[in-house]
């Protein structure tokens, strides 16, 4: 190929000169394939991009979504809600575990819902939608818990793909009518004790896909983070390229 291109002719061949190619053959391809942990793909002629990262689903000031079940429980010292799942790093970490304050936060926006009484759930008894969300606020962050599984009377939570399909619809359309355009941060919903089946890879494309439909008529938010447990990358073998390849090549709006 160089030959022919004149770039490098018969005449001043070396011996050594497919060694040298081949080796930077492999350089190069080392180089422009190697392992990623975060990339960022801007619609064409949107003003929102997406990005996707393996980390800290709390790092940075970005406003975050935040799993929850239908009855809004927030007791970890009972435990119904597991120190180490989002809700309970929410806790944890900007509460300094205080679920009482949370409690009366997010008691403020499920007063306009309508809940329906159900005396044998393990929790709290009155339960709402799927998709109902509700706002906690701290350290200039807002925290839109949504309700997005299930608790049966063992208090073992679980999702189907229809529910996280509405629980996201219907958080966009509640940060479009009640946030700031303000990035959010989102974790991979329903992948952990939510219990679905969908692959961590399939839910990323999933999340990105209703993030754009949700933007179609008005952007609530400029950039949308979806974040991957880095113990998910590596036990599931989770691939940015391949998400990356669907984003460029398949979302469409």
Known sequence: MADFFNIYTKDKYSRYAVVAMFVIAIIWVAVRRRPITRFSYQLPGKDFSIEVKIGDLFEGDSDVVVSTNTTFDTDMAGGLIDTDSV????????????????????????????????????????????????????????????????????????????DIDVALEKTWLFIRSH??????????????????????????????????????????SNRL???????????FAVNLYQIRDYLVQGLHN
Do not use: C, W
């Open 179 to 220: 946030g700031s355009v303000r990035d959010l941060s989102i974790p991979l919903m329903g992948t952990g004790r939510g219990r679905t089946s969908i692959p961590r890879k399939k839910m990323v494309e999933r999340i990105a896909q209703s993030f754009t439909d949700g933007s179609t008529n008005q952007v609530f």
């Open 87 to 162: 809700q309970g790093q929410v806790a944890t970490r900007f509460f300094n575990a205080n679920t009482v304050e949370i409690d009366r936060q997010l008691a403020l926006d499920l007063a306009a819902v309508q809940g329906m009484q159900r005396p044998n759930a393990p929790g709290k008894q009155t339960e709402y939608p799927i998709g109902t969300v509700a706002r906690v606020r701290s350290h200039n962050r807002t925290f839109y818990f949504v309700a997005m599984s299930q608790l049966n009377d063992q208090g073992t939570a679980g999702s189907s793909p229809r």
């Open 225 to 235: 983070r979806i974040f991957i447990r880095p113990q998910d990358a590596e036990n």
